[in-house]
């Protein structure tokens, strides 16, 4: 995805990747965390597992599918990841995957500018003012992977400002609401890429979009329902309790269960 960089001799590749990270510790460690309570070894752990767990998913998908590597697949699974890390560091999943979204739409979206260095990810031929030289395909491409990258920053701005209003209380929204706006927007930006169609005459990640979009949506449905709803609150009180941990909620789901 992104070019070597050779320093001192040695090459150091995905330098793309190296700076997205730099940006999402800054942006968690030094900032984030004090919002949602998190000390300073927990934001590090969350935001040091949530990386390799979310490129891990976008490796495992690209072999299940054979489609190659690409965040649009593991968009849809990452928060059965950040479940698995609340289980490891003993935190609250709907409050640690809040304040994990923003770092997730950070990486994608700064190791994203560097696909236009690499050649990947490109959009279709044209001639007009806006467009980049691709020496892979030899052509003037629409430089969509310079719009993707932004808009998905955009998208960590709009989420972070909803937090805040919330006074960081969103009660899981946080990556619904990034589902919607990635799933939506992405689904757009296919029709500037240089696609071939599979299925319904949309591409492979179009119909991620799709359920992105959907399954988005539906969790804020239902979050916003449960939030709202005393009796339900009341009837599940394990399902919707956030003050702890995931280990915690699991134990006492099982001691129920056998009682």
């Not at 752990?45 to 190659?68: C, E, N, Q, R």
């Not at 937090?163 to 946080?174: E, F, L, S, V």
């Not at 240089?194 to 799709?210: A, E, K």
């Amino acid at each position: 995805m992104n070019p070597t960089l050779s320093f001192l001799g040695i090459n150091m590749y995905y330098w793309g990747y190296i700076l997205a990270f730099a940006a999402d510790f800054l942006f968690s460690l030094l900032w984030y965390r004090k919002k949602y309570g998190f000390s300073m070894m927990k934001a590090f752990l969350a935001t040091a597992l949530v990386i390799p767990f979310g490129y891990g998913l976008i490796i495992l998908t690209g072999l299940i599918h054979g489609w190659g590597v690409n965040w649009v697949r593991a968009v849809l699974f990452i928060p059965a990841a950040v479940w698995l890390i609340c289980l490891i560091l003993k935190t609250n999943f709907a409050k640690t995957l809040d304040f994990l979204t923003p770092v997730a739409c950070i990486n994608h979206g700064v190791s994203h500018y560097f696909c236009v260095f690499k050649g990947c990810c490109y959009g279709y031929p044209t001639e007009s003012a806006f467009h980049v030289w691709n020496e892979a395909q030899g052509a003037n491409l629409f430089p969509i992977q310079i719009i993707e990258a932004t808009s998905i920053l955009v998208v960590c701005v709009i989420i972070v400002l909803y937090a805040k209003k919330k006074n960081y209380d969103t009660h899981g929204r946080a990556y619904p609401i990034h589902m919607v706006l990635f799933g939506l927007t992405r689904f757009v930006y296919e029709y500037f890429r240089d696609n071939t169609d599979v299925r319904w005459q949309l591409s492979q990640f179009q119909i991620y979009c799709i359920a992105e979009f959907a399954v988005g949506a539906l969790f804020l449905v239902l979050i916003g329902y449960a939030v709202k709803n005393v009796k339900f609150r009341e009837k599940h009180p394990l399902l919707v309790d956030e003050s702890i941990d995931e280990w915690t909620r699991l134990k006492k789901a099982f001691a129920k269960k056998k009682a």
